[in-house]
Antibody, heavy 116, light 111 residues
Framework: AVQLVESGGGLVQPKESLKISCAAS????????MYWVRQAPGKGLEWVAR??????????YYADSVKGRFTISRDDSKSMVYLQMDNLKTEDTAMYYC???????WGQGTLVTVSS | DIVMTQTPLSLSVAIGQSASISCKSS???????????LNWVFQSPGQSPKRLIY???KLDSGVPDRFSGTGSETDFTLKISRVEAEDLGVYYC????????FGGGTKLELK
């Protein structure tokens, strides 16, 4: 069965950095474009970042709200996808979900709280 | 960037009634491969999102046939016939043709 397990969330202060991870299993990870989607408390879903596969040169794409501050990466040998978040702002507070295959599968999320 | 507009914002229905949610995109979602990557995602309170429908009208595995999706180009509709208690929550349309964008969500509540 497909599993996506996020980890690494926590409480950080504004302008600090945090790296969250997603461990994938149950499918051929190296063939899958991977996404991060977030949901601020009481709000809707917002796509954050996407990373394509090796044949597509691991191309990355970002929402305007995080461009220049967040970096998505992947390690196909470990079936892991990461989101490095720098210069965090209070408005980045959200549950961060890992997903793939046009949203066919989602993890349980990891909560990132940015507060002084 | 493509903007996805959902209506209504909320919908009150009685169990057994039908419900319909509209989603409009700011430009055509028909991709160069001929497919239209318009999905419907459901989120019940406190749970992770779950995809129900992909490519406008294809039901994901295990999704009851009470759910149906229609539409093309820029106008799409999710219909739920015979609403059940487990259907209550928030529905999002989501386009995956050009990057990814979610609609604002429609909350389905019990009347």
């Amino acid at each position: 069965a497909v599993q996506l397990v996020e980890s690494g969330g926590g409480l950080v202060q504004p302008k600090e950095s945090l790296k969250i991870s997603c461990a994938a299993s149950g499918f051929t990870f190296s063939n899958a474009a991977m996404y991060w989607v977030r949901q601020a408390p009481g709000k809707g879903l917002e796509w954050v970042a996407r990373i394509r596969t090796k044949p597509n040169n691991y191309a990355t794409y970002y929402a305007d709200s995080v461009k220049g501050r967040f970096t998505i990466s992947r390690d196909d040998s470990k079936s892991m996808v990461y989101l490095q978040m720098d210069n965090l702002k209070t408005e980045d507070t959200a549950m961060y979900y890992c997903t793939y295959s046009q949203g066919a599968y989602w993890g349980q999320g990891t909560l990132v709280t940015v507060s002084s | 960037d493509i903007v996805m507009t959902q209506t209504p914002l909320s919908l009150s229905v009685a169990i057994g009634q039908s419900a319909s949610i509209s989603c409009k995109s700011s430009q055509s979602l028909k991709y160069s491969d001929g497919k239209t990557y318009l999905n419907w995602v459901f989120q019940s309170p406190g749970q992770s999102p779950k995809r129900l429908i992909y490519q406008v009208s294809k039901l994901d595995s295990g999704v009851p046939d009470r759910f149906s999706g229609t539409g093309s180009e820029t106008d799409f509709t999710l219909k739920i016939s015979r609403v059940e208690a487990e259907d209550l929550g928030v529905y999002y349309c989501c386009q995956g043709s050009y990057s990814w964008t979610f609609g604002g969500g429609t909350k389905l509540e019990l009347k």
